[in-house]
């Protein structure tokens, strides 16, 4: 799938506004010819990363080459690379055809030549005889055709699409996919495709970078992406997703959900801690029998139009989510049963939350800017650097502020089967990973605190 | 019903107080009495007389002098004011508030001080005083209603726009031309045009600046002329002259405007 020539290649690229990271260490390369999409949710620094693209911002630190040259500090005029923008950006008081020559104009072409080539790129997005219409009277759709064609008019190296499908109806954004899909392979121009849709990424790309937090999460085709996430982050992202914890016993054995079941992953640690995946429509659900793997009671069933996506609560206390063609109702005893190649094994990121802290006093631990008090911190002698272990479930979270030691916003959720992940940033943005029982919205606001036997250090 | 007569009437009666002192100047620059209330017949001698100078050269010439000041300070003050505007557009949101609050000091501050401060500030440089104090002066206190008048242009545009023409091949100075001046030139109309009349309009701190030379503009040429007993009555057919234009001339904006919207 990739060819050899790459015409984009980032290196260790990182951004920051103000104190503000924004970007931590970018590497990618994009081949000549492909289709990428830079996938991830708001905030998550993929618009950051096609305005340094671009051009129109000055990176911090790391280079970025286009076509063979380093363009890291080149002016957005003088790169090979157009874009398309998520509002548009058509210039109101000029009509279709100056906003298409605008770029054809700039290079002093011949006029007879740009009247030719604003009449073939107007073919290629099938907006032919629009020359004269102001872009005020066009549809969305319209606006969104005119855009493509104004940056693909200048043959550029590479084509930046910023969500260019965003603001038009579902259906409509179906019909654009699917021609952006085919411009793409008649035009051989290398496509860079920012979106946060899942399913437009998964429909339309070559290979897609998940991004999160201004990191690279993993970088793959669709397929590699959604049957072997790296990450529960991945996982999560892209499509539906049950994530559990799981206890790899040995080579292809997984124990999750109170359950051994076989799988084809190796390579682990026996015993090792693993997050495990199983997408909804890999799991059968049945009429309770001797196949069953696990059994359990339907607690909810909704009709999606092609399928059922149903909740199946195990006697050990896990929520399954399902989809099948078969409805089961609410109430009614059913077996579940996963195929051993339908179990995605993940290494997990973390095991802990870790930091490193100073001993204030006999009886006091600081890290993350705050004097916590811990059992063991007489062990070691006052001001010497400590590590810090917190394991998730020690991390206690209060509604109000006032009740913890310092303060925190839930950054992102992710459910376990029987209790949920959380992410919390604190106010220096530092992560805190914690796990309960307790429903917390994204963006709540919370107090933290951690009892003093639950902090454990090591010297480092 | 009663109701609908009330407030009929009390716009009516609004209007009337409103424009009732413009109509009479109209009414009777028809007319050759030389005490404003006698009506002595009708005749247009008062506006042929404006036109004709001789013995009231010093009438047109202030007149003259109102619209050469106004048009200079108005383009100069569209200028600056633009390309403020800009600048203060790109500023952080925090500077822009700061910006803002400096922009508006100047506004809200009464005429007089203003002609004061500036009145001082050209006596202690030593620049003598006549058309370009007036216009540097006329420039300073303009140049703030064009910046608020651009600025909001600037934020209803489309933040990428800017950014397209850059894209595309165009440098920066002509995507300043090409794109970001074509979009900002109705608030920049609309700036002139606010300075334009702002400038006709000044006259304290015209009469700080304008020194001693014998330069007169409309406002202090009529000052003057009030001062010494009895407005000359050609300048009835002038005000009206005057008034009848701005009106055209805000008829004319609005249709723009309208157009526009549709």
Same mark, same amino acid.
């Given at each position: 799938?990739?060819?050899?020539?790459?015409?984009?290649?980032?290196?260790?690229?990182?951004?920051?506004?103000?104190?503000?990271?924004?970007?931590?260490?970018?590497?990618?390369?994009?081949?000549?010819?492909?289709?990428?999409?830079?996938?991830?949710?708001?905030?998550?620094?993929?618009?950051?990363?096609?305005?340094?693209?671009?051009?129109?911002?000055?990176?911090?630190?790391?280079?970025?080459?286009?076509?063979?040259?380093?363009?890291?500090?080149?002016?957005?005029?003088?790169? *090979?690379?157009?874009?398309?923008?998520?509002?548009?950006?058509?210039?109101?008081?000029?009509?279709?055809?100056?906003?298409?020559?605008?770029?054809?104009?700039?290079?002093?072409?011949?006029?007879?030549?740009?009247?030719?080539?604003?009449?073939?790129?107007?073919?290629?997005?099938?907006?032919?005889?629009?020359?004269?219409?102001?872009?005020?009277?066009?549809?969305?759709?319209?606006?969104?055709?005119?855009?493509?064609?104004?940056?693909?008019?200048?043959?550029?190296?590479?084509?930046?699409?910023?969500?260019?499908?965003?603001?038009?109806?579902?259906?409509?954004?179906?019909?654009?996919?699917?021609?952006?899909?085919?411009?793409?392979?008649?035009?051989?121009?290398?496509?860079?495709?920012?979106?946060?849709?899942?399913?437009?990424?998964?429909?339309?790309?070559?290979?897609?970078?998940?991004?999160?937090?201004?990191?690279?999460?993993?970088?793959?085709?669709?397929?590699?992406?959604?049957?072997?996430?790296?990450?529960?982050?991945?996982?999560?992202?892209?499509?539906?997703?049950?994530?559990?914890?799981?206890?790899?016993?040995?080579?292809?054995?997984?124990?999750?959900?109170?359950?051994?079941?076989?799988?084809?992953?190796?390579?682990?640690?026996?015993?090792?801690?693993?997050?495990?995946?199983?997408?909804?429509?890999?799991?059968?659900?049945?009429?309770?029998?001797?196949?069953?793997?696990?059994?359990?009671?339907?607690?909810?069933?909704?009709?999606?139009?092609?399928?059922?996506?149903?909740?199946?609560?195990?006697?050990?206390?896990?929520?399954?989510?399902?989809?099948?063609?078969?409805?089961?109702?609410?109430?009614?005893?059913?077996?579940?049963?996963?195929? *051993?190649?339908?179990?995605?094994?993940?290494?997990?990121?973390?095991?802990?939350?870790?930091?490193?802290?100073?001993?204030?006093?006999?009886?006091?631990?600081?890290?993350?800017?705050?004097?916590?008090?811990?059992?063991?911190?007489?062990?070691?002698?006052?001001?010497?650097?400590?590590?810090?272990?917190?394991?998730?479930?020690?991390?206690?979270?209060?509604?109000?502020?006032?009740?913890?030691?310092?303060?925190?916003?839930?950054?992102?959720?992710?459910?376990?089967?029987?209790?949920?992940?959380?992410?919390?940033?604190?106010?220096?943005?530092?992560?805190?990973?914690?796990?309960?029982?307790?429903?917390?919205?994204?963006?709540?606001?919370?107090?933290?605190?951690?009892?003093?036997?639950?902090?454990?250090?090591?010297?480092? | 019903?009663?109701?609908?007569?009330?407030?009929?009437?009390?716009?009516?009666?609004?209007?009337?107080?409103?424009?009732?002192?413009?109509?009479?100047?109209?009414?009777?620059?028809?007319?050759?009495?030389?005490?404003?209330?006698?009506?002595?017949?009708?005749?247009?001698?008062?506006?042929?007389?404006?036109?004709?100078?001789?013995?009231?050269?010093?009438?047109?010439?202030?007149?003259?002098?109102?619209?050469?000041?106004?048009?200079?300070?108005?383009?100069?003050?569209?200028?600056?004011?633009?390309?403020?505007?800009?600048?203060?557009?790109?500023?952080?949101?925090?500077?822009?508030?700061?910006?803002?609050?400096?922009?508006?000091?100047?506004?809200?501050?009464?005429?007089?001080?203003?002609?004061?401060?500036?009145?001082?500030?050209?006596?202690?440089?030593?620049?003598?005083?006549?058309? %370009?104090?007036?216009?540097?002066?006329?420039?300073?206190?303009?140049?703030?209603?064009?910046?608020?008048?651009?600025?909001?242009?600037?934020?209803?545009?489309?933040?990428?726009?800017?950014?397209?023409?850059?894209?595309?091949?165009?440098?920066?100075?002509?995507?300043?031309?090409?794109?970001?001046?074509?979009?900002?030139?109705?608030?920049?109309?609309?700036?002139?045009?606010?300075?334009? %009349?702002?400038?006709?309009?000044?006259?304290?701190?015209?009469?700080?600046?304008?020194?001693?030379?014998?330069?007169?503009?409309?406002? %202090?040429?009529?000052?003057?002329?009030?001062?010494?007993?009895?407005? %000359?009555?050609?300048?009835?057919?002038?005000?009206?002259?005057?008034?009848?234009?701005?009106?055209?001339?805000?008829?004319?904006?609005?249709?723009?405007?309208?157009?526009?919207?549709?």
């Amino acid at each position: 799938m990739r060819q050899t020539t790459d015409i984009i290649t980032v290196e260790h690229l990182s951004h920051a506004f103000g104190n503000k990271t924004v970007l931590q260490d970018i590497n990618l390369s994009i081949g000549k010819g492909e289709f990428v999409t830079i996938l991830g949710p708001s905030g998550c620094g993929k618009t950051t990363l096609m305005r340094l693209i671009a051009g129109f911002l000055k990176a911090s630190e790391g280079k970025i080459s286009i076509a063979g040259h380093d363009m890291t500090t080149t002016p957005p005029h003088l790169r *090979p690379v157009n874009t398309v923008f998520q509002k548009y950006a058509l210039f109101p008081h000029l009509n279709v055809f100056q906003n298409i020559a605008f770029g054809l104009n700039l290079k002093k072409l011949p006029k007879e030549e740009i009247q030719k080539k604003v009449k073939q790129v107007l073919k290629i997005v099938i907006m032919t005889d629009y020359e004269e219409r102001d872009v005020d009277s066009l549809s969305g759709g319209q606006q969104q055709r005119v855009a493509i064609a104004r940056a693909i008019v200048n043959k550029p190296e590479v084509l930046l699409l910023d969500e260019p499908l965003a603001a038009l109806d579902h259906k409509m954004r179906k019909d654009m996919q699917m021609e952006i899909k085919a411009m793409h392979k008649k035009l051989n121009i290398t496509f860079v495709y920012i979106t946060h849709d899942q399913e437009e990424a998964l429909t339309l790309s070559d290979r897609i970078v998940v991004m999160s937090e201004g990191v690279i999460q993993q970088i793959g085709t669709p397929t590699e992406i959604y049957n072997e996430p790296k990450n529960s982050f991945v996982a999560d992202f892209i499509g539906e997703s049950n994530i559990l914890n799981g206890v790899m016993i040995h080579d292809e054995l997984v124990e999750f959900a109170g359950h051994r079941f076989d799988c084809v992953d190796k390579g682990f640690a026996e015993n090792e801690l693993v997050d495990v995946v199983v997408r909804p429509e890999d799991i059968y659900i049945f009429e309770m029998s001797e196949a069953a793997q696990l059994s359990g009671q339907v607690t909810s069933s909704i009709f999606k139009g092609v399928h059922y996506e149903m909740t199946v609560i195990t006697p050990e206390g896990f929520e399954f989510l399902i989809q099948d063609y078969h409805c089961f109702e609410p109430g009614h005893t059913v077996g579940l049963r996963v195929k *051993p190649f339908d179990i995605q094994v993940m290494k997990k990121e973390r095991l802990c939350n870790s930091f490193v802290g100073t001993i204030v006093d006999k009886s006091h631990v600081r890290f993350l800017k705050t004097n916590f008090k811990c059992n063991s911190a007489h062990k070691f002698p006052i001001g010497s650097k400590v590590r810090v272990a917190v394991e998730f479930q020690n991390v206690i979270l209060h509604d109000s502020e006032e009740e913890g030691v310092l303060t925190g916003v839930v950054s992102f959720i992710l459910y376990k089967g029987d209790h949920f992940h959380l992410t919390v940033r604190t106010k220096d943005k530092r992560n805190l990973y914690v796990q309960t029982n307790d429903i917390w919205d994204d963006g709540d606001t919370i107090g933290i605190s951690i009892s003093p036997e639950s902090i454990h250090l090591e010297p480092v | 019903m009663i109701k609908r007569i009330l407030s009929t009437s009390y716009l009516g009666i609004l209007l009337v107080m409103l424009y009732a002192p413009i109509l009479i100047i109209i009414i009777f620059s028809f007319t050759e009495a030389k005490v404003l209330g006698n009506w002595t017949g009708f005749s247009l001698k008062l506006y042929t007389s404006i036109f004709q100078g001789g013995i009231h050269h010093s009438l047109t010439s202030a007149l003259y002098n109102t619209l050469i000041i106004g048009l200079i300070a108005a383009a100069a003050s569209t200028v600056l004011g633009t390309i403020a505007a800009i600048g203060i557009y790109n500023l952080t949101p925090k500077s822009q508030k700061v910006m803002q609050m400096v922009n508006t000091i100047p506004i809200l501050n009464p005429d007089i001080i203003t002609a004061i401060s500036l009145f001082l500030l050209f006596v202690s440089l030593s620049i003598s005083q006549g058309y %370009t104090t007036v216009i540097l002066a006329h420039i300073t206190f303009c140049t703030p209603y064009v910046v608020l008048s651009v600025l909001p242009r600037l934020r209803r545009m489309n933040p990428n726009l800017y950014e397209a023409a850059l894209d595309l091949g165009a440098t920066p100075f002509l995507a300043v031309r090409r794109i970001l001046l074509p979009e900002l030139k109705p608030g920049m109309i609309s700036g002139f045009i606010l300075a334009f %009349t702002l400038s006709i309009d000044d006259f304290v701190v015209t009469l700080f600046t304008i020194g001693n030379e014998g330069l007169e503009t409309l406002s %202090t040429y009529i000052y003057a002329d009030a001062r010494r007993g009895g407005l %000359t009555p050609e300048l009835r057919p002038l005000s009206a002259i005057i008034f009848i234009s701005v009106l055209v001339l805000l008829l004319v904006i609005n249709q723009r405007a309208a157009k526009k919207k549709l």
